[in-house]
């Protein structure tokens, strides 16, 4: 607690979401020569989605796919008709989101024809990567420096933040530590008050003294 996350450049991933929809022809599990089954396509296609992040991403860039819904079928001899794939990409730079999404498709249709499957995929766009300007990460910092608050480098994180939508126009995005036992989203996660002071005292002078350098700038 007491210290103020200021970093320049990219501090998290731009979030997309993927829903799969693999549509198949059911039948009884004894006679799978009759059906279209689509469990076997989606398991080879969760496998391969994987080979997007391991091979067509730079090594020296983070990103990652998650498959975290995968449902077909309701009963132990019948193979389904449909089995859906739903998940998460998260990528750092706005060329490798547009890959992402590229191959994501062409894999998944290229499976759903090898297993003779029809397929309706939903691409559902997020927020952006989240970027500070280094500029204001430099001014911030001097402001925390001002009224003698540390400085902390907040940790890379591929986790996402809608707060992005903004920094396409301008500002800046801080983190203030203000938990001790539990991070955000544990059920016992509770604000330390003691942080709270601190951090409206910060954003005060940050406001303040922004104001000041945007009509200094203009005057200029």
Do not use: C
């Amino acid at each position: 607690m007491g210290t103020i996350g200021i970093k320049a450049g990219t501090v998290s991933a731009a979030v997309d979401r993927f829903k799969i929809n693999l549509k198949g022809f059911g039948s009884h599990a004894a006679h799978p020569q009759m059906a279209k089954d689509p469990i076997v396509a989606a398991a080879a296609l969760v496998n391969s989605l994987q080979t997007i992040v391991s091979r067509n991403m730079d090594p020296f860039n983070s990103s990652v796919l998650s498959i975290t819904h995968l449902q077909a079928g309701n009963t132990w001899n019948v193979i389904p008709e449909q089995a859906l794939i739903e998940g998460t990409v998260r990528t750092l730079t706005s060329e490798e989101r547009e890959l992402f999404g590229k191959r994501l498709k062409e894999i998944t249709y290229g499976i759903s024809q090898a297993y003779d499957l029809d397929t309706e995929i939903e691409w559902i766009a997020g927020p952006p990567a989240t970027v500070n300007d280094e500029e204001w990460s430099n001014f911030a910092k001097a402001i925390a420096q001002a009224e003698k608050i540390a400085i902390g480098i907040p940790e890379a994180t591929l986790g996402g933040e809608d707060f992005a939508f903004y920094l396409e126009k301008s500002g800046e995005h801080l983190l203030n530590r203000n938990w001790k036992d539990y991070p955000n989203h544990h059920p016992k996660f509770k604000v330390n008050p003691a942080a709270l002071s601190l951090a409206a005292k910060y954003l005060s002078q940050l406001a303040k003294q922004a104001l000041l350098k945007l009509e200094a700038d203009e005057n200029d």
